[in-house]
Each structure stands twice: as C-alpha cells, then as structure tokens.
C-alpha cells in the first residue's frame, strides 16, 4: 500500500502547479491521512516509493495532522 501512495504522491508532486509543490505535498497528506493513519503506514517508505526528496516527509506529516482540522474542496 505504501508503494501505491508513493506513486499517488509523486504523480500530485511532479503535476503540481510551479510553486504549489509543497502545498500538494500537504494536500496528499489531508487526503489520504485516514488511510496512513488506519493501516499504520510509514511516510518515510511512501516517501521513499514517490522518489521526491526525503525531506518532505515532514510536509506529508503535516497534512496528516492538518487533516482532522480541514476538508479538500472539489
């Protein structure tokens, strides 16, 4: 599962308007923060399977945290 988000991740990342990459990162976090959470999976191996840099684990941990707070608009 952690290989299927990490394609999910690096597909919003790279499609991400210039300069919204990080907010994309955040807003992969919100979206799929029940399933990381649920299923107790690792950002840093989604991470690691999206191939972006490894430090932006903390930006998806971000979102996951953002997540109970916000909702996505359509």
Do not use: C, R, W
């Amino acid at each position: 599962m952690e290989k299927k988000l990490g394609n999910v991740l690096s597909g919003m990342y790279n499609g991400a308007p210039e300069g919204d990459k990080v907010t994309f990162i955040h807003l992969f976090g919100i979206q799929y923060a029940d399933m990381i959470k649920e299923n107790n999976l690792s950002i840093k191996k989604i991470i690691e399977y999206s191939s972006i840099k490894s430090s932006f684990a903390t930006e998806v941990n971000k979102g996951v945290k953002l997540a109970k707070y916000v909702k996505v608009k359509n």
